[in-house]
């Protein structure tokens, strides 16, 4: 016998019986759940040392149902996963494991929302991430979690670093199952041709029989293995008292695995192995492709304030000391220098600098921020030390809050998901309705078992959902396959049919029509100079204006020599100042200068451009105007998706005359400036009260909260990791031309789906009756059935041939 060591209380057991857990790397085994819970807990509360300091000493096991109904309610848990809301109720964020699609969503709902103090359950298909909240002092979280796993499910409080983990297995598991089903399928196929071949022109009994034991063999894994995932949806589905799509998909592939093998071993009937492995496959297919594009396993939230300090540098009198950012109280007065981030919302009282506004504002040119201006959490500080006092607390801050907007936004749940898995109960519960009516009527007039029998499968295989299942899946694969090649990335493939019904295109300004780097667009010569100075000067520094200089110069003239610069000082908020070959060398903002005594005065063309002077010794010798510039192709493509009847609105966080010239340039009616992110998210919800639907593209962390409130949320593949991971839609090459094709190929995509559905209808309204009335036998069934799928994929290939035209 092979003995295996429990990994939590030591003791040895048949390797047999032991619990393989697949999440740890290399897999750890335990005796039973109760070791495996206790070994979990204490890997996330980080006491794994606890085995190390054990050495070699054996445990008694604990006992199963402690650890299932004790352990969440413990203080230490409660306090570190349990958040109260501002009711007084218990609110958690759990990891569901096991849902494969919106059935397994809309079965979790239903069952925990019918427990007694359940008060609101939601969960994110997308990342099978749970929101529940709970009156604990009506039920207990143990309660929920039990309940959870009762129905076949299993749970634990949200880890982001094992989401992506997880959602690689799930992917993994499902290609094997997929590769499985594609195999025996293709061999199958062949087999059945000559089988149908040999029906209507004769064939050996003995060579028949061969041909009929390799349709088993074939047809049994894929029943088993890439069908499991039918099976147990059926089975809980069942154990609490619905029908799903899973158990549909399940009793027809059953009952002809069932009826084949009787007919194989009997002799008496034909078997239909073929459509056992077709049923199974062409469905799973359909499943795999939403695991493929899902959006990713990690908590949106988590990368929004990922990159920020959790500790501030509190000044109290002469002395200065580190406090989190959750115990600073209102009226603390707070440090920051050059390269700080801004956690907590506050007013500037000493001091004053250049802000990166552009996570919050989507403000393409740092701002300057003085005594008395208001600093908003999620802003950089470029290059000044500044002290400012707390007006807000850290949960009552303007980027924890959008964290809050966000985690509501991203919980709501589309009315159209909903009335899918309504739609999946009633049609599989309708099917098995008629499939039982006809198998009662057919034994009643016939007396036979066998007879009644086959007509039944008849029904359920004719009906089984193969056409109506691909006439989605084939038509978006098709549709992603196109959008791909065109640098256009849809997370899943529904987004394509939410997309094709929006009739409004919001757009932001910054890295979404213009590049998002500010270039010289005016330039005036005041006085002779050498260029070599301006672009030594302009190289000396990172900001944006610098550097936006620094490229015009390199582009512009070849005659450059390098400069070394002596005695560079930076200029807070201002500008850099150096000698260089005795001369005394002056780059920056207006503000700069005026302090300096150079005069400033711009011209006309100068007043909608941000500006950089410089100055030689005291003398202003060149003025630079520089615009974030338009995408390539932006213009035209603007005008394309207007002749699409789509109305363009563009939100931006810049200067209204800024904004109003970029929106000038491209043909844009409709927009509006100087907006900080909720304003941008109250602007989409102010459309939806309109009744627009709304599709949303932006590039930063300043656009993730509007990105949220939309129906599809684009994003630009240079964009933040934050607005990509919120996003439905990624253009991988940053072109506006993108966004007409996605809404195109979409368009179409959706044009065929509503095709394919009509005809899967057509073909179920005139088959099942025919199927019913004893028409149509079981072999035929599958016939019909893969017409169908081949009518439906062959019609699916239209959208290719169209959309070569764009």
Known sequence: MNTKRCDHCHLEYDTSLLLCDTHFNPPKFFC????????????????????EKMGETTLEPPREHLEESSRFDLEGFVSKYVKKTSEGLSEISLIIEGIHCSA????????????????????????????????????????????????????????????EERANAQRREYYSKLLVGIFATMNVMWIAIAQYAGYFTGMQSNIKNILNFAEFVLATPTLFYTGSVYFKG?????????????????????????????????KNAEVYFDSVTMIVTFVFAGKYLEVLSKKKAVDTLDAYGSSLPTEVMVVLGDEKILKRVESVDVGDVIEIKAGDKVVIDGVILHGEGSFDMSRLSGESVPVLLRKGDKLLSGSLCLDSVIRYEAKQTFSSSML????????????????????????????????????????????????????????????????????????????????????????????????????????????????????????????????????????????????????????????????????????????????????????????????????????????????????????????????????????????????????????????????????????????????????????KADYIEALHKKGKKVVMAGDGINDTLALSKSEIAIAMGSGADIALDVSDVILTNDSVKSLYDAFVISRMSLKVIKENLAFSLLYNIITIPLAMSGHIIPLFAALSMSLSSLIVVGNSMRIKMVLKRL
Request: aromatic share 10%; with cysteine.
């Open 234 to 266: 059926a089975y809980y589905g069942l154990k609490n008292r619905y029908i799903t799509m899973d158990f549909l998909v399940a009793t027809g592939a059953t009952l002809t695995y069932v009826f084949s093998l009787y007919a194989m071993f009997t």
């Open 104 to 163: 397994c969503v809309w079965l979790n709902e239903k069952v925990l929302s019918r427990q007694a103090g359940v008060v609101e359950v939601s969960i994110n298909y997308s990342n099978h991430k749970a929101k529940i909240v709970w009156d604990d002092s009506v039920i207990k979280l143990s309660r929920i979690i039990e309940t959870i796993r009762s129905i076949g499910y299993n749970a634990y409080p949200y880890d982001p670093k094992g989401g």
């Open 400 to 679: 924890t809050r959008m964290v809050t907007l966000l985690e509501d936004a991203l919980s709501k749940k589309p009315l159209i998901e909903k009335f899918a898995n309504q739609l999946s109960g009633y049609f599989s519960s309708t099917i098995l309705f008629l499939a039982l009516c006809t198998w009662v009527f057919w034994y009643v007039q016939e007396g036979s078992f066998e007879k009644a029998l086959i007509v039944a499968i008849s029904v359920i295989v004719i009906a089984c959902p193969c056409a109506l299942s691909l006439a989605t899946p084939v038509a978006t694969l098709v549709g992603l396959g196109l959008a791909a090649k065109r640098g256009v990335l849809f997370k899943e493939a529904g987004f394509l049919e939410s997309m094709a019904k929006c009739d409004t295109l919001v757009l932001d300004k910054t890295g979404t029509i213009t590049k998002g780097t500010p270039d010289v667009v005016e330039m005036k010569v005041l006085k002779e100079v050498d260029f070599s100075l301006i672009y030594a000067l302009a190289s000396a520094s990172n900001h944006p204006m610098s550097q936006g200089v620094r490229r015009f110069v390199k582009e512009h003239e070849t005659s450059l020599h390098v400069k070394s610069l002596e005695q560079v000082k930076s200029i807070e908020a201002k500008g850099l100042q150096a000698f260089c070959e005795g001369h005394f060398l002056m780059g920056g903002n207006a503000k700069m200068m005026q302090e300096a005594g150079i005069e400033c005065v711009l011209e006309e063309q100068f007043h909608a451009l941000s500006h950089y002077f410089f100055a030689v010794d005291g003398e202003l010798v060149a003025i630079f105007g520089l615009k974030d510039s338009l995408k390539e192709n932006a213009k035209s493509a603007i005008e394309a998706l207007k002749a699409l009847g789509l109305e363009i609105v563009m939100l931006s966080g810049d200067h209204k005359s800024v904004t109003h010239v970029i929106a000038k340039e491209v043909g844009i009616a409709h927009f509006k400036a100087g907006l900080l992110p909720d304003e």
């Open 32 to 51: 039973c759940k109760g070791c495996q819970g206790v070994y979990h807990l204490l890997h996330e509360e980080g006491l794994d040392t606890f085995y």
